[in-house]
């Protein structure tokens, strides 16, 4: 069966300082992978995706993420965490040959100054 | 970009009423739907994936009878969820598939339904 697993349910980070946000998948074959932002009582706005081309990944906002097929993972990551950027992260994987998208537990990422 | 426009983002209705809720792709044509519910704190759960012109596929566990989902047009689906009760109140989330952008997801701002 398809998954994703958020390795943590909160992260919290200072102002400034590098955001890592850990996700594992686990899929038969080649997955489409994702990750959405939701700020609260929001929908939810892309990130960025993978689909089976570069495997470093460069989204909005500075975010950006590796798919390494070896560890099964898809990590986000940004160099320097903005306030802005406290809200919740989710990652998704939509599996080959479906349009359903499964979404993980979500990470609530915290910034201090 | 792509935009989809979900109303209304907050709703209070009496239970045994029913609400509707409506979700439109304004700027392009969205060929499948999928709505999602998302309890305090927790993740999104798909409810049903829905086409056009055609009848709407429920997950497993789903009240298809409860949460009767529209697909009349390519820009326009709704939800109803018909006699609601406090244990419905949830945040409701519709997401419209984009044929034009390589079938990229785009997402409304949600809508908070409280049952009381």
């Known amino acids: 069966a398809q998954s994703v697993t958020q390795l943590d349910s909160h992260v919290s980070v200072s102002e400034g300082t590098p955001v890592l946000l850990r996700c594992n998948y686990s899929s038969s074959y080649s997955p489409s992978l994702f990750w959405y932002v939701q700020h609260p009582n929001k929908g939810l706005q892309l990130l960025l995706k993978y689909t089976s081309a570069a495997t470093l990944v460069k989204g909005i906002n500075g975010f950006e993420a590796e798919f390494k097929k070896s560890e099964t993972s898809f990590h986000l990551t940004k160099p320097s965490a903005h306030m802005s950027d406290a809200a919740e992260y989710f990652c998704?994987?939509?599996?080959?040959?479906?349009?359903?998208?499964?979404f993980g537990t979500g990470t609530r990422l915290q910034v201090f100054p | 970009g792509a935009v989809v426009s979900q109303h209304p983002s907050r709703v209070i209705c009496k239970s045994g009423t029913s609400v509707k809720i409506e979700c439109r792709s304004l700027d392009f044509q969205a060929t499948t739907m999928f709505w999602y519910r998302q309890f305090p704190k927790q993740s999104l759960m798909l409810m049903a994936t829905s086409n056009e012109g055609s009848k709407a596929t429920y997950e497993q566990g789903v009240e298809k009878d409860k949460f009767l989902i529209n697909h009349a047009s390519l820009t326009l689906s709704t939800l109803t969820v018909t006699s609601a009760h406090p244990e419905d109140s949830s945040f409701y989330i519709c997401?419209?598939?984009?044929?034009?952008?390589?079938?990229?997801?785009?997402f409304g701002s949600g809508t908070r339904l409280t049952v009381v």
């Open positions: 998704v994987v939509r599996p080959f040959n479906t349009d359903k998208l499964i």
């Open positions: 997401s419209a598939q984009d044929r034009g952008r390589n079938y990229g997801y785009t």
